[in-house]
């Protein structure tokens, strides 16, 4: 667990001042905490987070940004993703709600969905490595610019919040332009073709979040969805390890690797592929998951969404962050994106018990 600073002064060397006053309460800006806690360093107190989405449809309401909307106009997309810090008292801003961001923009036909419901692909339109093709405008692309002009315009707003990206990596794009079923079985049938296809994909997506560091991100929140119900870990082994090694040196900033199901098996295999992070599932257990993780990488999560988050109470879901944060998680957030029928007190309740923890 990240190290929080306590009240005592540290007592001086022989022949120096003493110290009469010592650091006390919440010191650190939540820039400053989050990156210190994705690190694993010392913190004020454990972080409050939005990895995934935190936006719910009363949060919509309370500045007038609704979805779809607010996923192509910048303006719509900085307002609300303003209320997880405003309102919820979340240390980050995150301004992705969807899994649209590549894929759309290399050419995957989205449907845009309604205010309650998340975007989707409306088909797959590639089923073949060589159909690919990289826009010379990628970055121009409706889902890539909407989404660096809302974290310029973040970057203006709150210079003292963390502002976390979002990048769908190779294996989750190509569940949403080829589809799940054809890009699993190929993984047994023809796993040389879903090789070509990562191939293909990862520079949109490498090229994604380096976009987003230059649009003003602290960390980007890398998703490539080997879930434990889908993969094997052998299959992200095989399949991602050695890329994912690659990519980390390569996006231009910290990672922070989403992966969901039951993954206690690769948590191991994540640290060794040099993410900073990693954003955990409530089906994993934290103590587990902090004996896997080590000293290498750190572990923000796993508040669970549809029975604590959205069926439980404020307290309930306080009394689990005082538990996550006892077993060792360097950071607080909802285990994914938050049913957008969430209730906006179980969401304070994260800053509220990280703040008296």
Request: proline share 6%.
């Amino acid at each position: 667990m990240a190290q929080t600073q306590t009240s005592a002064p540290v007592a001086a060397p022989e022949g120096h001042a003493e110290v009469t006053s010592s650091l006390s309460g919440e010191w650190m800006t939540p820039r400053r905490r989050f990156l210190s806690a994705l690190y694993r360093g010392r913190v004020d107190k454990v972080p409050a987070c939005s990895l995934s989405s935190c936006v719910t449809v009363e949060l919509m309401d309370i500045v007038d940004a609704p979805f779809p909307e607010a996923h192509l106009d910048a303006e719509m997309m900085a307002r609300l993703a303003g209320t997880v810090h405003e309102v919820l008292g979340m240390d980050t801003v995150m301004p992705v709600w969807h899994s649209q961001l590549e894929s759309d923009a290399l050419g995957g036909v989205t449907d845009w969905a309604e205010k309650d419901n998340w975007p989707s692909p409306s088909k797959f339109v590639i089923s073949d490595p060589e159909q690919v093709k990289i826009p010379a405008d990628f970055r121009e692309q409706p889902t890539m610019k909407t989404v660096t002009d809302a974290m310029r315009l973040l970057r203006r707003r709150y210079p003292d919040v963390a502002i976390v990206g979002k990048v769908y990596g190779p294996w989750s794009v190509a569940y949403q332009m080829v589809g799940i079923e054809d890009v699993l079985m190929d993984t047994i049938l023809d796993p040389d073709k879903v090789r070509r296809y990562l191939d293909a994909f990862v520079p949109a997506c490498i090229d994604s979040a380096r976009a987003q560091f230059e649009a003003g991100a602290d960390a980007v929140m890398w998703a490539d969805h080997t879930t434990g119900d889908l993969c094997s870990a052998e299959t992200y082994r095989d399949f991602l390890l050695e890329m994912h090694q690659q990519i980390t040196q390569e996006i231009g900033g910290p990672g922070i690797f989403h992966c969901c199901g039951k993954t206690i098996d690769r948590v191991h295999l994540f640290a060794n592929a040099g993410w900073d992070c990693f954003h955990f599932e409530s089906q994993v257990d934290a103590r587990e998951a902090r004996a896997a993780a080590g000293e290498r990488m750190s572990l923000f999560g796993n508040l669970n969404n549809p029975t604590l988050l959205y069926q439980g109470t404020a307290e309930e879901t306080y009394q689990a962050c005082w538990e996550l944060m006892d077993a060792g998680v360097d950071g607080l957030a909802p285990e994914g994106s938050v049913p957008l029928i969430t209730k906006k007190e179980p969401l304070q309740a994260i800053a509220r018990a990280a703040a008296d923890w």
